[in-house]
């Protein structure tokens, strides 16, 4: 009897370690596929997202006209009207997004730390960033601009040598003028307010980001113009997961491609960018349809 009932917790005790190495094995499969994209936690499936009934889109907060809070508390922008359409179509409703705040910087990081399912934040597509996360077809094109005291004005890049050029931290602009031109001195900050305040007070002699944005700003502020309008490659903007997250990368670019036949980032750009650039742009400058250029 004795010898019997050992063996039944012999064989329990050896079938629970078999489960046990089982799900060691599963999570050390995980953790590998993680580790092989840098990722400090698994993003989110499709599945799990409509399990949720959630999506979290990261944008930014302060960054007029594409990503801000405006004077009510609302969130608002060109790229918030686009994820909440894909809230939506994926989700049933523009309600069923979360936002989640994020600065140029920390966009790679929040998708790597699964904080967010998408980034929308006027994510510029570099060959350095697409090692890191999974790009989208793109909806937007831009490239950089500089704007500058009207008292002051700077035409032409090779006047910012011997001055201050203000710039924000993980931008492209950071990455341009470190790479062409070293002999520049550049004044960094996090977030975008911090850097027009610099500019306002002073602290700078000018400011660069994607041309799309300074030329909105400056139309919102007089004493200022964006004398050189349009410096370094043509990009895009695309949206953006967690490396490896094809389902929802899929999904996305079917998105994309299907809200071309109702010219959707047309009407984004007249509910979003005209009010603020007036006539002054045409949407064909920056608008992309369907992913093609």
């Known amino acids: 009897m004795k010898k019997a009932i050992l063996g039944g ?26 580790s092989a994209t840098g990722a400090t936690a698994k993003a989110r499936t499709l599945e799990e997202i409509k399990e949720d009934g959630t999506i979290k889109i990261g944008v930014f907060s302060d960054k007029n006209p594409f990503g801000y ?7 608002k922008g060109y790229d918030v009207y ?27 990081e929040y998708l790597k730390s699964a904080k967010v399912d998408v980034i929308l934040a006027n994510f510029t597509v570099t060959d350095d960033r697409k090692e890191q996360v999974d ?32 710039v924000v931290k993980g931008t492209t602009a950071e990455t341009y003028f470190s790479d062409n031109h070293p002999d520049i001195k550049l004044l960094k900050f996090d977030e975008y ?36 309008e349009s410096i370094g490659n043509i ?19 079917n998105e994309i491609q299907s809200l071309a036949a109702e010219e959707f980032f047309h009407a984004d750009f007249e509910e979003t960018l005209k009010p603020v650039y007036g006539d002054s742009i045409a949407p064909e400058s920056l608008v992309v349809e369907g992913g093609e250029l």
């Open 235 to 253: 990009d895009t903007i695309a949206p953006a997961v967690q490396k490896g997250n094809q389902e929802l990368l899929d999904w996305i670019n």
């Open 9 to 34: 917790l012999l064989a329990i005790t050896l079938a629970a370690g078999l489960l046990a190495g089982c799900g060691d094995k599963d999570k050390a499969a995980s953790s590998s596929k993680a």
């Open 82 to 108: 686009f994820g909440e359409r894909i809230a939506k179509d994926l989700l049933g409703s523009e309600d069923k997004v979360e936002f989640v705040y994020v600065e140029a910087a920390s966009r790679v």
């Open 135 to 166: 790009f989208a077809l793109p909806y937007m094109k831009v490239a950089l601009g500089v704007v500058s005291p009207d008292d002051a004005l700077i035409t032409d890049v090779e006047q910012l040598k011997d001055k201050t050029l203000i």
């Open 69 to 75: 809070v405006d004077s009510d508390g609302q969130i």
């Open 193 to 228: 307010q911090e850097a027009y305040d610099a500019l306002l007070d002073g602290r700078g002699d000018a400011f660069s980001t994607d041309n799309t944005e300074v030329l909105a700003w400056a139309l919102q502020n007089k004493g200022f113009t964006v004398g050189v």
